[in-house]
């Protein structure tokens, strides 16, 4: 079963994110806004068992902190992805560390630089993608979303992801 891990941010930030994800974002229809925490593995009974186990601790040890969101960026020259960027990812970067740990340790094959942001349109052309950020960068962006909690996500049949768990911080 593909699993994932993340973070979705408030209603509101979602609904900001949405308003253009649903023009941009090829995947807009498969999951809600999100910050992935860790990327989608396939995983076995066994794996997603010991994931839980490793997420009940995490989540035990953290406490609720607040992203900022302030602005409209992208992963160019790495991928066409548009996102709404972060002030500040300190928290994002220690829950990731945490979460990728003991049973959830990632392969040095698989580790890339964590990156965290909330994606609004991805797969686009060069053209598109410099021409949507044009006209973006010039929307202000200040939102902010209280994050208490971490999903565990699973793939259905049809592409789209659902709620397997969720953790609620309580350090």
């Known amino acids: 079963m593909n699993c994932g891990i993340a973070v979705f941010p408030t209603k509101e930030v979602q609904d900001f994110a949405n308003s253009y994800r649903k023009r941009f974002d ?6 809600n806004p999100h910050l992935t925490i860790r990327d989608k593995e396939d995983w076995t009974d066994e794996q ?3 994931a839980v186990n490793h997420l009940e ?3 035990a040890s953290f406490s609720p902190f607040t992203l900022h ?4 960026t992208s992963l160019y020259p790495s991928t066409n992805t548009i996102i709404i960027g ?3 990812r300190k928290s994002l970067d220690q829950l990731h560390d945490a979460v990728c740990s003991e049973s959830l340790c990632i392969e040095d094959s698989m580790k890339h630089l964590y990156h965290p942001y ?3 349109g991805q797969q686009m052309s060069n053209d598109e993608l410099h021409d949507v950020l044009a006209s973006l960068s010039k929307i202000p962006v200040n939102y902010t979303s209280e994050i208490d909690r971490i ?7 049809n592409g789209a992801w659902t709620t397997y ?4 911080f309580k350090g």
């Open 165 to 168: 768990q969720t953790f609620k």
């Open 69 to 72: 969101f302030n602005r409209f």
């Open 86 to 88: 972060l002030e500040d």
């Open 118 to 120: 909330l994606a609004i």
């Open 57 to 59: 601790i995490v989540a």
């Open 48 to 50: 997603l068992a010991a």
């Open 26 to 31: 090829p995947h807009y229809s498969l999951i």
């Open 151 to 157: 999903h565990l996500l699973y793939q259905t049949e």
